[in-house]
Antibody, heavy 127, light 110 residues
Framework: QVQLQQWGAGLLKPSETLSLTCAVY????????WSWIRQPPGKGLEWIGE???????NYNPSLKSRVTISVDTSKNQFSLKLSSVTAADTAVYYC?????????????????????WGQGTLVTVSS | QSALTQPASVSGSPGQSITISCTGT?????????VSWYQQHPGKAPKLMIY???KRPSGVSNRFSGSKSGNTASLTISGLQAEDEADYYC??????????FGGGTKLTVL
């Protein structure tokens, strides 16, 4: 059974850097891309970005300038850093297992869906 | 990247069927069969209900089904039950290794 457990600071001041880590237990770590997704209070979900075991990343263009996602394969962990936070970054942040790449009749197939999620971390930005 | 468009709310009585729409563009929903749907109860993490437009993960009730026509995907819940009351989100691959979510739909079981 795959489990994702996340942690990090829950209260930040404007201009500080948000830092969260997600540990993956069970299943394959190398066979997937691992994502961060956030949800402002009372609002919808927003994909932040993804990383694989090799460190290959993709980011939401709207956040790309402030986001860094990194991986520690020795611990099956991946991390999120979001710099220069403002009140607009206040949200519940989730880690999730996402994109998987398979070979179908010799052709690469990328499939996108999030089947395992962390418990969520509320990050509040306030002076 | 713009969020996919979902109705803010839908409602139905127990036993009835409801459908939630998710409208995107020819760059996301219309171009890829990579639409997924998530159920979220208050204070909980989202749960995958449908992937690749119409596939159900193991353990998800067959009362949940998905479809797509053009730039619009749909989630249908048949035989509504009180436990189905939740927020529902669609998600689509949007090209260039990005995904986009819908704004969410609140389902009320009357």
């Amino acid at each position: 059974q795959v489990q994702l457990q996340q942690w990090g600071a829950g209260l930040l001041k404007p201009s500080e850097t948000l830092s969260l880590t997600c540990a993956v237990y069970g299943g394959s770590f190398s066979g997937y891309y691992w994502s961060w997704i956030r949800q402002p209070p009372g609002k919808g979900l927003e994909w932040i970005g993804e990383i694989n075991h090799s460190g290959s990343t993709n980011y939401n263009p709207s956040l790309k300038s402030r986001v860094t996602i990194s991986v520690d394969t020795s611990k099956n962990q991946f991390s999120l850093k979001l710099s220069s936070v403002t009140a607009a970054d206040t949200a519940v942040y989730y880690c999730a297992r996402g994109r998987r790449i398979t070979m179908v009749r010799g052709v690469r197939k990328d499939t996108y869906y999030f089947d395992y999620w962390g418990q969520g971390t509320l990050v509040t930005v306030s002076s | 990247q713009s969020a996919l468009t979902q109705p803010a709310s839908v409602s139905g009585s127990p036993g009835q069927s409801i459908t939630i729409s998710c409208t995107g563009t020819s760059s996301d929903v219309g171009s890829y069969n990579l639409v997924s749907w998530y159920q979220q109860h208050p204070g909980k993490a989202p749960k995958l209900m449908i992937y690749e437009v119409s596939k159900r993960p193991s353990g998800v009730s067959n009362r949940f089904s998905g479809s797509k026509s053009g730039n619009t995907a749909s989630l249908t819940i048949s035989g509504l039950q009180a436990e189905d009351e939740a927020d529902y989100y669609c998600c689509s691959y949007a090209g260039s290794f990005h995904v986009v979510f819908g704004g969410g739909t609140k389902l009320t079981v009357l």
